[in-house]
């Protein structure tokens, strides 16, 4: 069956430190994977895309890794602060044949940086 | 910077009753969405539009369902007979035809009792 997984629980970490989120799929085949933040009762905002042919971008004190061998993507903040606080989601794109842009999202990570 | 706007921002409904959601894309984006996201749950994919026509729709997306791009700058989701498991929030997402990235409107917290 089609999945994907994020880091399960939520993610407690010391202001200062580097986050690191993991995306896992299975049985897909994205074109492009991308990185959106979401805060309480809001909409998602996208951060990162990085596609199919590409191994690491950055933005910022943003990271995200790509390994279609492995079917994982892991997305880096390094010098976390309080304000990077939020949930973070995962999205797999043009994962079918139609190429119509469609997102399938993870579950999402929740991130807690403390002072 | 140009946003994707959503009105309105809560909606209360009846069970049986039909809402109509709105959505304001950006200006020069081409392609059109709509997710959900039931409380607590993950965003789910309900439909695409594109040169005004569906292109591709979810399982969720049934004949209770339809989008309609009015007047040019509108993007509207209609919900014709609501049920209690339509309670969510729904977001409008746009894109341009050159790029991937979908950028998000703030969503409509529906809840149907």
């Known amino acids: 069956s089609q999945k994907i997984e994020q880091n399960s629980e939520a993610l407690n970490i010391q202001e200062g430190k580097t986050a690191t989120l993991t995306c896992n799929y299975t049985?897909?085949?994205?074109?492009?994977l991308q990185w959106y933040r979401q805060d309480p009762g809001r909409g998602p905002v996208f951060l990162l895309l990085i596609r199919e042919n590409e191994k690491e971008k950055r933005k910022e004190r943003l990271k995200v890794t790509f390994d279609t061998t492995l079917k994982q993507s892991l997305f880096h903040i390094t010098a976390s602060q309080p304000a990077d606080s939020a949930t973070y989601l995962c999205a797999l794109g043009d994962v079918g044949s139609s190429n119509t842009g469609k997102l399938i999202f993870g579950q999402g990570t929740t991130l807690q940086v403390k002072p | 910077e140009p946003e994707v706007t959503q009105t309105p921002s809560h909606q209360v409904t009846q069970m049986g009753q039909e809402v109509i959601l709105r959505c304001v894309p950006i200006?020069?984006?081409?392609?059109f969405y709509w997710y959900r996201q039931i409380l607590g749950q993950k965003v789910e994919f309900l439909v695409s539009?594109?040169?005004?026509?569906?292109?591709?729709k979810s399982e969720i997306f049934d004949d209770q369902f339809s989008v309609e791009r009015p007047d040019g700058s509108n993007f509207t989701l209609k919900i014709r007979s609501t049920k209690l498991e339509d309670s969510a929030m729904y977001f409008c997402a746009s894109r341009t035809g050159g790029a991937e990235t979908q950028y998000f409107g703030p969503g409509t917290r529906l809840l149907v009792l």
């Open positions: 539009f594109y040169n005004n026509e569906i292109s591709e």
């Open positions: 200006s020069n984006h081409l392609y």
């Open positions: 049985n897909y085949s994205p074109a492009y």
